[in-house]
Nanobody, 119 residues
Framework: QVRLVESGGGLVQAGGSLRLSCAAP????????MGWYRQAPGKQREFVAA???????TYADSVKGRFTISRDNAENTASLQMDSLKPEDTAVYYC?????????????WGQGTQVTVSS
């Protein structure tokens, strides 16, 4: 019921930056938290960052100090600013949102966006 639209992926060299965006069009739901996960070829999907409605942010140890997550509650969007990118950051990045629709909990995933960091 809740659609997430991702954008901002691409190809950059090591040390460069990218900014990912995730939007949830509509106003019939309440989002409590949004976050990002990533999955590299041959690896399991892993947590990257998340942010709650009160702007409390959590990061995986591998991206602390390099990535910053932010949120615009009014527009139900979340952004992930990725700086000092490393080849190890190469993966498909998926947006995630959790909340309620008519008082029922939900969890949604975006379509994924490719991030490739060359050495």
């Amino acid at each position: 019921q809740v659609r997430l639209v991702e954008s901002g992926g691409g190809l950059v060299q090591a040390g460069g930056s990218l900014r990912l965006s995730c939007a949830a069009p509509g106003s019939f739901f309440k989002i409590n938290a949004m976050g990002w996960y990533r999955q590299a070829p041959g690896k399991q999907r892993e947590f990257v960052a998340a942010i709650t409605s009160d702007s409390t942010a959590t990061y995986a140890d591998s991206v602390k100090g390099r990535f910053t997550i932010s949120r615009d509650n009014a527009e139900n969007t979340a952004s992930l600013q990725m700086d000092s990118l490393k080849p190890e950051d190469t993966a498909v990045y998926y947006c995630n949102a959790v909340g309620t629709v008519a008082a029922r909990p939900f969890g949604s995933w975006g379509q994924g966006t490719q991030v490739t960091v060359s050495s």
